[in-house]
């Protein structure tokens, strides 16, 4: 049975999206995958990672390429990655990270620097060797090169193979903000006023404190891994989620883009879906006992033996 028909979400007579559609490339296949609330979606997310990276089987010459996110969203997430670590289930011992971004001009041990929060919030409680993480520097002398750089970096790595990210409420993943190219790279961004004003609260509410430039990687870069991630909570992303799935490709929206990828997952709780039909709505939902197949049976690097490599191909339908 085919689960993504091309089912089209049709708003105002307008052209709809189909959920899963076929070129010469293959099959395009989207995931919305909807929980009751945050602590669920941020275990299912975190499940589905530990099970990529179980079934990837990485080794010394063999790493699992991740793709990583900040912010308020995954911190549920990496609370359970952190667990299944030190549960002994899950090893970041041979996985690689690559930051999605980072301030320009903000002191590296500054407290709301990204390497900061990353080293906060993960890397300390893991056991990721430094070497094996990425993070642009925003104090580089020669900002381009240090953003051709980090590029350089993902390809010798052999690509992301997952990259999980977060979105804001206009749509943004990364600081790839409303109007940015959808086939842009990593590279150097003024930040909307927006998004300085959004940011404010976590600099006393002084926005001379706030950075006003960014490292971020491009829509492009993250669209190359081979699996994408979006992890999308709250009422106040609604709407955002709702552009990302019922409406059509948009720079104004840069999550939409995703529509296009061969493999995207969105991991979201009820609260945003509230912008979507009911008809949306219940299709996915209709498929959760299919999609939690994905995170059921939960592998563990505690166990010996083939089962935890016996699918191929962890990515189905």
């Known amino acids: 049975?085919?689960?993504?028909?091309?089912?089209?979400?049709?708003?105002?007579?307008?052209?709809?999206?189909?959920?899963?559609?076929?070129?010469?490339?293959?099959?395009?296949?989207?995931?919305?995958?909807?929980?009751?609330?945050?602590?669920?979606?941020?275990?299912?997310?975190?499940?589905?990672?530990?099970?990529?990276?179980?079934?990837?089987?990485?080794?010394?010459?063999?790493?699992?390429?991740?793709?990583?996110?900040?912010?308020?969203?995954?911190?549920?997430?990496?609370?359970?990655?952190?667990?299944?670590?030190?549960?002994?289930?899950?090893?970041?011992?041979?996985?690689?990270t690559f930051n999605m971004d980072e301030y320009v001009g903000l002191p590296r041990d500054h407290p709301e620097s990204y390497h900061s929060f990353m080293w906060n919030n993960f890397f300390k409680h893991i056991d990721i060797s430094s070497e094996n993480t990425h993070i642009l520097d925003g104090n580089a002398a020669n900002l381009e090169a240090e953003c051709e750089a980090f590029e350089r970096k993902i390809k010798e790595a052999g690509g992301i193979e997952l990259f999980v990210g977060g979105i804001g409420p206009d749509g943004h993943i990364a600081f790839n903000e409303p109007g940015s190219s959808l086939v842009s790279r990593t590279r150097v961004k003024t930040l909307a006023m927006d998004t300085i004003l959004a940011n404010a609260r976590f600099f006393d509410g002084d926005l001379s404190k706030v950075p006003t430039m960014a490292l971020t990687v491009g829509v492009g870069t993250v669209m190359d891994a081979r699996e994408v991630m979006i992890l999308i909570t709250g009422a106040h992303k609604a709407f955002a989620l709702y552009k990302a799935i019922e409406e059509g490709v948009n720079h104004m929206w840069t999550v939409s883009a995703f529509q296009q990828h061969p493999r995207t997952v969105f991991v979201c709780d009820e609260d945003a879906t509230l912008e979507l039909k009911v008809k949306t709505v219940k299709y996915f939902q209709g498929l959760m006992l299919v999609h939690n197949k994905l995170v059921d049976p939960l592998y563990s690097m505690k166990e010996m033996g083939g089962e935890k490599r016996q699918s191929k191909k962890p990515y189905s339908d």
């Not at 089912?7 to 490339?25: E, I, M, P, T, Y």
């Open 1 to 96: 049975m085919q689960l993504f028909n091309s089912l089209s979400a049709q708003r105002g007579g307008g052209s709809g999206v189909n959920w899963r559609s076929r070129g010469c490339s293959g099959t395009v296949s989207m995931k919305l995958i909807i929980l009751e609330n945050y602590a669920q979606a941020s275990e299912w997310a975190a499940k589905y990672i530990r099970n990529r990276i179980i079934q990837f089987s990485p080794g010394p010459s063999k790493y699992f390429t991740l793709g990583l996110p900040t912010g308020s969203t995954p911190l549920g997430c990496y609370k359970k990655l952190i667990e299944y670590c030190k549960n002994g289930d899950l090893s970041f011992k041979y996985v690689k």
